[in-house]
């Protein structure tokens, strides 16, 4: 079970749940809100595992990945948007988190 989190305004109950609310609406922006400690990231780990190989998540402090591109003399906004333009390439996901 999933502590008191919320997508977009929705109290989640487990899970299965939010990865429903995630199913459904297949593109946009998503809100997680609640506390410090109360298990957003939790719950982001196990929508991977729900979804598999069809999800990706991007990790806060992305500097230490095995990107394609090395970055070291572009800006934080550069490394970025080429990040995330190397993550949207990939053909086989669907679910970004």
């Known amino acids: 079970m999933i502590g008191k989190i919320a997508i977009n305004g929705t109290a989640i109950t487990g899970t299965l749940q939010a990865a429903e609310i995630v199913t459904r609406s297949r593109h946009g922006r ?19 595992v729900v979804f598999g190989s069809k999800s990706f998540i991007l990790p806060a402090h992305h500097g230490n990945p095995m990107w394609k591109i090395s970055g070291a003399t572009l800006s934080t906004s550069q490394k970025t948007q080429l990040f995330l333009k190397e993550i949207f390439d990939l053909k086989e996901i669907d679910f970004y988190c």
């Not at 998503?30 to 991977?48: D, E, P, Q, V």
């Open 30 to 48: 998503f809100k997680i809100t609640r506390t410090n400690g109360s298990g957003k990231s939790t719950m982001l780990l196990a929508l991977k």
